[in-house]
């Protein structure tokens, strides 16, 4: 069978597992969290199971089914091999490459080669895990079971494999959310009995606390390398795994490495972002919203909603952080000055990975919109427009936003956005839908289908929607029998006044303001239909306050590039006369004094220079 017959085979039986039967897939007992765990704090709407939102054809479900695909026909004794290596175990099948060998050969800030050796396994396992969740696939599964086995037989009490290691907070901490993925979504018996004996293996190359950079730097080490591991960042997870397992050692080594240091100043408002590693940092928000639930101390969910405001503060048109992987000093000019010096603006898959994962909290618990807008702005600008990853681990890493930019893959092979990718894409459906006691939240316009029960009634709501390239959407509701409850729909801060929302085709006579969720209570029935009209006017950003004439065009949550040849000179005036091209492009066109300049859509850039900063006069 070719690769191409079985890739076709393959989205086939993908599409033939999606639907209502789904929905009614439930997980073994046992696999549920543990109920001697305490959670001190419940959020006001809760995430669906995978299973219950799939995706419908869309360039984002289409993303998803390449992931899987991928990661499915992933050689197994590839994926073991730095494990076995480093426990002396016979390792065969082929080397993976890039970041991921076991080699000796990596010279820090040269050459990247073996530089994390398995670092992104765990990430692998929990791509597969929330894919097996989504769709139902028993080979997925299967390839689970065999992965946790295989890499249970190199676990060693001892902690081998991370003797000399440069980061292993770095690599367990992935390991730990793949094991607890695969006992969670794929019901895989041994997992969490394998997340223990990994955890008594790594914690002896462990400090004693979560260390910052600087704190890594100013104790002895190698190289420089060894001082990049990122122990903050491990909270979530372990608060994770003592919900799964009610094991309270998990809860008081998540107690352990919270990091006192960045989220103190953080509660009190004190903007400690600037200088550190960006997407270790917002992912770090997290283990504080993990922190917050387990634990119920409102420090943490201060340090995570201002920490989350900071990062925004000093964001792109497009939503991304963080040039050169870093928090820039706000108020310097240093983000406008970025476009000149840098080609790696945002990391951009473990940066919307982490984005997606802190946003969903903030909802969850805030039921604030600002956090679905600010979702959509790096779905459609960023990853929306990321190139597929290659089987031999070639991905996409940076997008680039310097004033003569391109897109182009990542120079290493399987480094860590390889791993946060398969996590990413899998999370699309949770985080279009949520759920409230009182019904169910539309956050995400993006064609999918929806199945719950409201009430004890089998609800399913499908959402139909060419959105952002389109300004409406139309949902569907099927029910057993006419039932009361509130679809809240999401209004973007950006919505124009001409925006509207018709139920049976006649406009609802609530006020819709931007920036708030639009609450409809009524008894919906059978055969119900809403349709959802969001007035789109151009606008244009600027990059930040000391810069107010580096400007984005933007058109609803879409930022337009410009692409080609740059004009000398182009005013705001002329920016905001743009016009859309034709109907069947998402292109637009600005006249200026000299030639007409094209701008499009992140997704729509090819291999074409582009900026996403247009030069205006004041
Ligand atoms: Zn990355």
Same mark, same amino acid.
């Given at each position: ?231 903050? %960042? ?9 919900? &799964?397992? $009610? #094991? +309270?050692?998990? @809860?008081? /080594? ?104 802190? %946003? ?9 919109? &600002?956090? $679905? #807008? +600010?979702?959509? @702005?790096? /779905? ?239």
């Amino acid at each position: 069978m070719t690769r191409k017959t079985s890739r076709r085979r393959f989205l086939a039986a993908a599409a033939a597992t999606t639907g209502a039967a789904l929905a009614a897939r439930s997980i073994p007992a046992w696999a549920r969290p543990a109920p001697q765990a305490q959670v001190a704090v419940t959020p006001q709407l809760s995430v669906f199971g995978y299973s219950q939102v799939q995706l419908l054809d869309s360039p984002f479900r289409r993303q998803f089914d390449q992931n899987h695909d991928l990661f499915l026909h992933l050689d197994e004794d590839a994926m073991l091999k730095p494990f076995r290596q480093r426990e002396g175990m016979a390792a065969p099948g082929p080397d993976m490459g890039g970041w991921y060998d076991n080699a000796d050969d990596f010279t820090p800030m040269e050459n990247f080669h073996a530089f994390i050796p398995g670092h992104s396994f765990g990430q692998y396992l929990s791509g597969l895990a929330r894919a097996y969740a989504v769709t139902g696939s028993k080979p997925t599964q299967e390839k689970i079971h065999r992965l946790v086995t295989g890499y249970a037989k190199t676990v060693d009490p001892a902690g081998k494999f991370y003797e000399d290691y440069r980061l292993p907070a770095y690599t367990f901490d992935k390991t730990c959310c793949g094991l607890i993925d695969a006992h969670q979504f794929a019901a895989d018996p041994d997992a969490l009995q394998v997340l223990w004996s990994s955890t008594q293996a790594v914690l002896p190359h462990l400090p004693e606390k979560a260390l910052s950079r600087p704190e890594q730097r100013a104790r002895p080490h190698k190289d420089i390398a060894y001082t990049f591991d990122e122990t903050y %960042t491990l909270p979530e997870n372990f608060f994770l795994a003592y919900q &799964r397992s $009610g #094991d +309270s050692r998990y @809860r008081d /080594l998540a107690v352990r490495f919270i990091e006192k240091e960045y989220f103190d100043p953080l509660a009190n408002n004190q903007n400690v972002l600037p200088g550190e590693h960006a997407y270790s940092h917002v992912n770090a928000l997290s283990s504080a919203m993990q922190a917050y639930l387990v634990l119920g101390d409102e420090k943490y969910l201060r340090a995570a909603t201002n920490g989350f405001r900071m990062v925004e503060e000093q964001s792109y048109a497009t939503g991304g952080w963080g040039p050169d992987e870093a928090f820039v000093v706000p108020g310097t000019g240093a983000l406008d000055a970025s476009l000149g010096f840098t080609h790696s603006s945002f990391e951009t898959i473990c940066g919307c990975y982490g984005h997606f994962k802190i %946003t969903r909290y903030l909802l969850r618990v805030t039921g604030d919109s &600002r956090y $679905g #807008d +600010s979702m959509e @702005r790096v /779905l459609y600008n960023t990853i929306g427009g990321a190139l597929p990853l290659l089987a031999d681990g070639t991905t996409f890493y940076y997008s680039d936003y310097n004033n003569s930019a391109k897109k182009v893959h990542y120079r290493d092979k399987w480094p860590c956005c390889s791993g946060t990718f398969p996590q990413l894409t899998a999370d699309y459906g949770i985080s279009t839908y949520l759920q409230s006691k009182d019904g169910i939240y539309v956050n995400l316009f993006l064609p999918s289908r929806v199945s719950w029960q409201q009430n004890s009634t089998p609800v399913t709501l499908t959402q139909t929607t060419e959105y952002p390239a389109r300004n409406t959407s139309q949902f569907e509701f099927k029910l057993a029998k006419a039932e009361t409850f509130t679809v809240y729909v999401r209004i973007p801060a950006w919505a124009g006044p001409k925006s509207v929302l018709s139920v049976n085709g006649r406009a609802v006579e609530k006020e819709l303001t931007p920036g708030k969720f639009l609450a409809l209570q009524r008894t919906w029935k059978d055969g119900d239909r809403m349709d959802l009209e969001l007035h789109m006017p151009l606008r244009l950003e600027s990059i930040e306050e000391q810069s107010p004439n580096t400007v984005a065009l933007i058109y609803g949550p879409t930022a337009l590039f410009g692409a080609g040849e740059m004009p000398e000179r182009i005013t705001r005036q002329q920016l905001l006369a743009a016009t859309a091209a034709a109907p069947s492009s998402e292109d637009w066109t600005v006249k200026t004094d000299a030639a007409s300049l094209t701008l499009r859509p992140f997704s729509s850039i090819m291999s074409e220079p582009y900026r996403l900063y247009q030069r205006v006069e004041s």
